[in-house]
């Protein structure tokens, strides 16, 4: 890491789903809470999971293309530093689309992923609160119980928490640098 900005040498392991994707979520997130650039590229084109999930956290890096069809093969398809989706996802990525802010015995959300369809929300069910602050830590589903995966299937569902191959990670970071002015977010 040099002046804000971060070089992951080795791709993401976002390809897979399950642990490896839910610790690159949650990497990926926490260098957004501080603001952080980061360079890097996803392990396989395909991802198991929908990426625009993912539209708030920094973008894969482009990939240089080495073949009329694009560095991997693939025809431009998948989630690879130079698809057509990263592309997508590069235009998308801005800061401050997605965020959660702590308060006491409650987290407020605000969702920007989709313009459309902006959402603000207030988790400050004991249940839905404690699911949430627990999955800021990748976590398996089978370490919580039946109300907590009640819960987190809940959040899954709207879109503020990625379970992947029995996994679940938080989705937005708790921003600790906002930006100037921070009207903009």
């Excluded at 069910?125 to 627990?134: E, G, I, S, Y």
């Amino acid at each position: 890491m040099t002046g804000g900005q971060v070089v992951v040498d080795e791709p993401l392991p976002l390809g897979t789903g399950g642990r490896g994707a839910a610790d690159a979520v949650r990497f990926l997130r926490e260098c957004q809470s501080r603001a952080l650039t980061v360079r890097w590229v996803p392990d396989h084109d395909a991802l198991p999971f929908d990426t625009g999930l993912l539209h708030h956290l920094p973008p894969p890096a482009p990939r240089p293309a080495t073949s009329p069809g694009g560095s991997d093969g693939s025809g431009g398809s998948g989630a690879s530093g130079g698809s057509d989706e990263a592309a997508v996802w590069r235009s998308r990525y801005a800061y401050g689309l997605f965020y959660h802010r702590r308060g006491p015995d409650f987290v407020t959300v605000m969702d920007r992923r989709d313009p459309s369809a902006a959402a603000r929300f207030t988790l400050d069910r004991p249940a839905v609160l404690d699911a949430f602050l627990a999955v800021q830590e990748p976590t398996a589903l089978d370490a919580l119980d039946a109300t907590h995966r009640e819960a987190v299937s809940l959040l899954a569902d709207e879109r503020l928490v990625l379970v992947t191959r029995g996994w679940a990670v938080a989705l937005p970071p708790r921003l600790r640098r906002w930006p100037v002015p921070c009207t903009s977010v």
